[in-house]
DNA sequence: TTCCAGGTGCATA
DNA sequence: TATGCACATGGA
């Protein structure tokens, strides 16, 4: 046990297993902020601001269960990575990131959040995400909720372009004619397999985005979603290989069921330490 | 100015 | 089945 609960929050008392930069800043998320020192995070409706404390974290928030299930407060980071750090190549990665966990995340929310995030940077992806919260949004204490289905799905292509999405508008506004959140729960029951399949036939998803709503919406961490920092990072570890669904399947085929963690050491070292 | 970002859809062969 | 290109936008 990482953490206790406390009247406010909730208190992360062993941080060897939790950072918040890590977890925030490795690429599985877009609804947070850096204030001061402090991160704030904003899923759905939901807030919570995450302080350091020195030997601890806290977590301050009135949605105690909901946070201790996002941040996967009750998984077993510490034999994740000792069964992970087997493999030669992630030695430095898991060291680098020692705190990352896998979030949690909502089904609708991360779909559309990938739907946009292709070919983009993060920057501009949460610049987007959070045009929408304002417009769609409902006001809260803190901020804009994320809008919900029936809120984007009056929304024509054109305001989709307005807030920034460009080519994107005509995913998105066809996207929001072929699932409803209910769909995309429902699909929670399926095999790996006719998941990945069920996703890919939406508007906007490819196999990349399929992968990431795999593992950061319905948690299944035999995919490995490959974009561009992972291409040249196989690049500079493997063999020289430029398909993506090859390169998907021979690292599956490397990290087996923990694929989806090793893949997120990697990106974040890949991305924050190589830079290249 | 050109390149790049957590890629996808579509035409063509 | 596989390959190549167009697609918005803004920062480096």
Known sequence: M?????????????????NIEHILECGQVFCYDKVGEDYIVFPVDKFAKIVDEGDSYKIYTKDVDYFINWF?????????????????IL???????????????DLFETLIS????????IK??????NNLRKNLGKKQEYGYSFPTFQALQKCDEDFFKKMGTGYRAGY????????????????????TDKLRASLIAL????????????????????????????????????????????????LVDEFGELSGYAQQYLFYYQRSFIKK
């Open 2 to 18: 990482i953490y206790a609960r406390e009247k406010d929050g909730i208190r992360i008392t062993d941080k060897s297993d939790f």
């Open 72 to 88: 996967d407060l009750d998984g077993d980071y510490s034999k994740i990575k000792s069964e992970l750090a087997k493999h030669e």
């Open 91 to 105: 030695s430095k990665p898991i060291k680098f990131g020692y705190g990352i966990r896998i979030l949690k995340q």
């Open 114 to 121: 990938f739907i946009v995030s292709a070919n983009n940077n």
């Open 124 to 129: 501009r992806i949460k610049l987007i995400l």
């Open 172 to 191: 998105l506004y066809k996207v929001l004619r072929e699932i409803t959140p209910e769909m995309l729960s429902a699909f929670a029951s399926l095999p």
């Open 203 to 250: 508007s906007g998803v490819g196999p990349k985005v399929t992968d990431c709503v795999m593992l950061f919406g319905y948690n299944r961490f035999d995919v490995f979603p490959v974009d561009t920092w992972i291409v040249k990072m196989y690049n500079m570890f493997y063999a020289p290989q430029d398909k993506r669904e090859q390169i998907a399947k021979n």
